[in-house]
């Protein structure tokens, strides 16, 4: 059983360039969070998506964006990159009704230059 | 607001030895569950055990057990026989109330644990 999978693992771009990150969930799982997580620090809280909408949002401006599909796989987008985006961008599944621990993914690390 | 502070930026064990790593939290709500996710240098954060606000024992998973100390606000992480593979960060969460609609995590700011042979 695949757990949760992430493309690409590292990424590079240059300052104003968009991003688009990619986010596969573990099987069974309906919901998925993004977290970023900069050097040194824990993960903060993006957004979180279920039936395919935001369902919740952290404190992050609106260049932050994403996406869910039918099949619970997620995207995140971000626009206009600063260097402080520069982050490990980490994706998070659960279900929804159940257990409630969530299960990471390795981590998309973008680099912004 | 949820609030996690990990006093301890990082910490050193003899293998085989038993380890304590602190957090404490802070919430107003009244229904909450506390996590303690393990990150190796590979960035993915890996599930350790999970204790919620009501439940009367200590978690226990393998050689992780979770001291919860609720009015303290504490929930401190203790592994037992420590082994070299578990050097790694750790980093304690909590999620608010409803736990199973989806809230976020907040993370402290994580204890990095050396293993010394």
């Known amino acids: 059983d695949a757990g949760v999978t992430q493309s690409p693992t590292h990424l590079i771009k240059t300052r104003g360039q968009q991003v688009t990150l990619r986010c596969s969930p573990k099987s069974g799982h309906d919901t998925v969070s993004w977290y970023q997580q900069a050097l040194g620090q824990g993960p903060q809280f993006i957004f979180q998506y279920y039936e395919e909408e935001e369902r919740q949002r952290g404190n992050f401006p609106d260049r932050f964006s994403g996406h869910q599909f039918p099949n619970y796989s997620s995207e995140l987008n971000v626009n206009a990159l600063l260097l402080g985006d520069s982050a490990l961008y980490l994706c998070a599944s659960r279900q929804t009704w159940g257990r409630t621990e969530a299960f990471f993914g390795q981590g998309t690390r973008l680099t912004v230059v | 607001a949820q609030k996690i502070t990990q006093t301890q930026p990082g910490m050193f064990v003899q293998e085989k030895e038993a380890v304590t790593l602190d957090c404490t939290y802070d919430t107003s709500d009244q229904s909450y569950g506390l996590f303690w996710y393990k990150q190796p240098s590979s960035g993915e954060m890996i599930f350790l055990i999970y204790q919620g606000s009501y439940d009367e024992q200590n978690a226990t998973e393998g050689r992780y057990s979770l001291n919860f100390q609720k009015a303290r606000k504490s929930a401190n992480l203790v592994i037992s026989a420590s082994q070299l593979g578990d050097s790694a960060m750790y980093f304690c969460?909590?999620?608010?109330?409803?736990?199973?609609?989806?809230?976020?995590?907040?993370f402290g700011t994580g204890t990095s644990l050396t293993v010394i042979p």
């Open positions: 969460a909590m999620r608010g109330a409803p736990l199973n609609t989806g809230n976020q995590f907040y």
